[in-house]
């Protein structure tokens, strides 16, 4: 069974511009969450999407935003960048039925702001 | 909000001995989950453990194992017979139980060195 897939692994933008993140969850999977790894912040929640609805969403600015298709993947997106969102961008998905809590992380893509 | 503090940002332990990482968490919730994730080099976070609040026996998943302590609200983990692959960056991790669970708040993370 194929794992999450986070494309692209590595991504380099310039300040101000936008960015697309995708992440395509395990099959069957239908819960999406993304988080945000800084060496300074450590992991930080951005939002969970489930069924192609936003169901938990964490402290960032209007900038981040996202959206999960009706196949379960998803992307983010963040606009008019800035420097400090530098970071690796984590994408996790997992069933979310009953105790089937497990989450399941892709490998991230890793954004470089200059 | 939940909070969980591990105070331990680097461990070293050699091949084949026993180690145990810290992780202290605050909550005002009753009904909730922890885990231990393991991140190593390659960045690919993985699931080591997991433990239900309202059970009180510790999990133990071949090698790792937990001590949880509800009270206290402390969980931390032991690596028995340590490993070269065991090396990586563990995160200890909280969840809320429920209908609209799905954020898991992290620790800051303790950076395991297995010295052969």
């Known amino acids: 069974k194929a794992g999450v897939t986070q494309t692209p692994r590595y991504l380099i933008k310039t300040r101000g511009q936008q960015v697309t993140l995708s992440c395509s969850p395990i099959?069957?999977?239908?819960?999406v969450s993304w988080y945000q790894q800084t060496p300074g912040q450590g992991l930080q929640f951005l939002f969970e999407y489930f069924s192609e609805t936003q169901r938990n969403k964490g402290n960032f600015p209007g900038r981040f935003s996202g959206r999960q298709f009706s196949n379960s993947r998803s992307e983010m997106n963040v606009s008019t960048l800035e420097l400090g969102d530098s970071a690796l961008y984590l994408c996790?998905?997992?069933?979310?039925?009953?105790?089937?809590?497990?989450?399941?992380f892709g490998q991230g893509t890793r954004l470089t702001v200059v | 909000a939940q909070t969980v503090t591990q105070s331990q940002p680097e461990m070293s332990v050699q091949e084949a001995e026993t180690v145990t990482l810290s992780c202290t968490y605050d909550?005002?919730?009753?009904?909730?989950?922890l885990f231990w994730y393991k991140q190593p080099p390659s960045r690919q976070m993985i699931l080591v453990i997991r433990q239900e609040a309202y059970k009180q026996q510790n999990a133990t998943e071949n090698r790792f194992s937990v001590n949880f302590q509800k009270a206290a609200k402390s969980f931390s983990l032991k690596i028995s017979d340590s490993q070269l692959g065991d090396t990586a960056m563990y995160f200890c991790?909280?969840?809320?139980?429920?209908?609209?669970?799905?954020?898991?708040?992290f620790g800051d993370g303790t950076t395991l060195t297995v010295k052969p």
């Open positions: 909550t005002s919730e009753s009904n909730y989950y």
């Open positions: 991790a909280f969840m809320k139980r429920g209908p609209n669970a799905g954020k898991s708040t």
């Open positions: 099959s069957g999977h239908r819960s």
């Open positions: 996790a998905s997992s069933l979310r039925t009953g105790e089937n809590t497990e989450a399941f």
